[in-house]
């Protein structure tokens, strides 16, 4: 799927708190088509929260959340969760895959979920993972394959339904650094080629590399005065 250069996901004055405790202060934020964005700052700066809160994950305390134009803070839970399905996708930093599952049934679920049969599904689930370097582990469950390989299935998982967004929370944390490389090369080559928006959580500086730009956050704010690109010519 060809996107343009829009804006995927934007935030407006969003705050979000947890009992007294504001988590996230006031932010806006633009990630355009294709662009892939960093997310950083120490423990407790509110960058999960934030990413929560653009994926309809978390609802606003103040503040709207747009997907390609569309405001989504509002609807139902129900309506955020059909968003999800059919407009997102997620890597978090244990995959959360199904242990009960193989690989490419993991894979293929969301296809599933939206309706998808069962030979194209797993036709398109096995192309991706090809592309992966997972094809051949479609067979074999969670406990079957090394940390870094399910990595690899979860972002299989994540984009095999052509998402406008992909939001990863620490995609690499609990992997060695090549593994976590590897994942991050799948991850930002397949979204390259459908030009689908990555909102990336780190902490880790030579995560946030391969990120086209970095937000910091602190104290539940945005950091970097430059969280809003200029209007593509």
């Known amino acids: 799927m060809n996107r343009g250069p829009g804006i995927t996901v934007s935030g407006r004055g969003l705050r979000y708190a947890y009992g007294r405790d504001e988590a996230v202060g006031g932010v806006d934020i633009d990630v355009r088509s294709g662009e892939i964005v960093a997310l ?17 994950l978390l609802t606003p305390d103040h503040g709207q959340v747009h997907l390609s134009g569309e405001r989504i803070d509002h609807r139902t839970e129900r309506a955020r969760a059909e968003a999800r399905l059919r407009r997102m996708g997620f890597v978090f930093q244990f995959g959360d895959l ?30 991706l993972m090809a592309t992966l370097d997972i094809a051949d582990l479609a067979g074999r469950r969670l406990n079957e394959v090394s940390g870094g390989q399910a990595q690899r299935a979860a972002v299989a998982r994540a984009l095999i339904h052509s998402p406008e967004v992909v939001f990863a929370d620490e995609p690499t944390g609990s992997l060695d650094t090549l593994a976590g490389e590897q994942v991050l090369e799948a991850l930002i080559g397949a979204a390259r080629e459908t030009r689908a928006a990555v909102i990336l959580v780190t902490h880790e500086m ?12 602190r104290d539940g704010l945005l950091r970097t005065p430059a969280a809003h690109l200029p209007e593509a010519p």
């Open 40 to 56: 950083m700052g120490p423990s407790g700066s509110g960058k999960s929260t934030l990413l929560h809160l653009l994926a309809g």
């Open 98 to 127: 199904v242990p009960e599952l193989t690989l490419v049934e993991n894979v293929e679920l969301p296809l599933r979920l939206l309706g998808q049969r069962r030979s194209p599904a797993r036709r398109l689930a096995l192309d």
């Open 206 to 217: 030579s995560v946030a590399a391969f990120a086209d730009r970095d937000v910091q956050m």
